[in-house]
T-cell receptor
Framework: DAKTTQPPSMDCAEGRAANLPCNHS???????VYWYRQIHSQGPQYIIH???NNETNEMASLIITEDRKSSTLILPHATLRDTAVYYC????FGAGNMLTFGGGTRLMVKP | DSGVTQTPKHLITATGQRVTLRCSPR?????VYWYQQSLDQGLQFLIQ???????AKGNILERFSAQQFPDLHSELNLSSLELGDSALYFC?????????????FGEGSRLTVL
């Protein structure tokens, strides 16, 4: 069962902010939201994660709604190299739990 | 560069054959994970090892096996290969023994079965 819903594809103009939405309406209180991306057929790359509060690092910002039912990954100034498939993953720490990748959003950054 | 090394990068073989994929985790990482990515199934977790011991199993076929050696490198063995085994096989590593959501993935081994 998919725990997250993401649009299959999005476009973004180079230099503009890319806002990637994710719906996780059935998330439980102790589940984290993780974001990964996969550029072409390279290995997935960890971007950011959060539980309740908004998070920011050198790559992106993660905005989680107060009810935690959805989140948005923000790439503040998208470049052509940000073209990739972005995966939103709900993850629970605990024995036997693994990262489960869904279909993701294919982000195309255009000049 | 994630620090995880996978070999070979590309492999072409025939149905019924056996292949071995190799993974060297990041320095200091004790956990190794194997994932399979095919066109129709997406990224699927196969198996996890921690410090030489199997920790978790996912959708790994009985024809597939893995192990982690004392130097922490891991090998994924695929036997009696079928056309449907054609896929990208990724190895990932982490330092923690417990499950973590932050994994470092290698560049993958692309297996083509003809």
């Amino acid at each position: 069962d998919a725990k997250t819903t993401q649009p299959p594809s999005m476009d973004c103009a180079e230099g503009r902010a890319a806002n990637l939405p994710c719906n996780h309406s059935t998330i439980s209180g102790n589940e984290y939201v993780y974001w990964y991306r996969q550029i072409h057929s390279q290995g997935p790359q960890y971007i950011i994660h959060g539980l309740k509060n908004n998070e920011t690092n050198e790559m992106a910002s993660l905005i989680i709604t107060e009810d935690r039912k959805s989140s948005t990954l923000i790439l503040p100034h998208a470049t052509l190299r940000d073209t990739a498939v972005y995966y939103c993953i709900v993850f629970l720490f605990g024995a036997g739990n693994m990262l489960t990748f869904g279909g993701g959003t294919r982000l195309m950054v255009k000049p | 560069d994630s620090g995880v090394t996978q070999t070979p990068k590309h492999l072409i073989t025939a149905t019924g054959q056996r292949v071995t994929l190799r993974c060297s985790p990041r320095s200091g990482d004790l956990s190794v994970y194997w994932y399979q990515q095919s066109l129709d199934q997406g990224l699927q977790f196969l198996i996890q090892y921690y410090n030489g011991e199997e920790r978790a199993k996912g959708n790994i076929l009985e024809r597939f096996s893995a192990q982690q050696f004392p130097d922490l490198h891991s090998e994924l063995n695929l036997s009696s290969l079928e056309l449907g085994d054609s896929a990208l096989y990724f190895c990932a590593s982490s330092v923690r023994v417990g499950n973590t959501g932050e994994l470092f993935f290698g560049e993958g081994s692309r297996l083509t079965v003809l």
